[in-house]
């Protein structure tokens, strides 16, 4: 009994392999509601700001969308999406540091609101203002401020968009 047992443990420690487990979870049911996130602000009349708003947009955009749980609405074609019944909503001023009309957003299936001011400072950094705001729960998720050099964007975009 002694040898069988000096046997089997002898096996344990000889042909033990590390067994490692993983799950992969693929959440691709049509079925499921995606959250509907309006993008405002990543436009201006400067060109260069413009171009590079667009650029940290498109970024933006790109990573929640790889979810398949987000649907991002910009601006510009918001009237598409909505087959143009809200046209109010298209032609949005809006002021960053002012609380949303969350009654405009009522009467849509939009469920979150991201605001963005983006600027050149002194030295050529973009300057970045942010707010996404829930417009269900009628409050702020998050507010933040971002300075970046032009080999920063993409990280910046990132960063936002893992907030988001």
Known sequence: MKIIKILVFLIIIFFNKTAFASITIDIKDSNIKKTKI????????????????????????????????????????INQSYGGKNQNISALEFDINQIPDFEKYSKTDIEGLVLAQIN???????????????????????????????????????TISDEI
């Open 120 to 158: 050149h400072d002194v030295i050529g950094n973009l300057e970045i203002r942010i707010r996404m705001w829930d417009l269900l729960d009628r409050k702020q998720t998050f507010g933040k401020y971002y300075s970046t050099s032009q080999d920063n964007y993409r990280k910046t975009a990132n």
């Open 38 to 77: 309006l993008f405002i602000g990543f436009e201006s009349k400067d060109f260069a700001v413009d171009n590079e708003a667009k650029q940290i947009l498109h970024k933006i955009i790109y990573n929640p969308k790889t979810t398949d749980l987000v649907e991002s609405i910009t601006q510009n074609n």
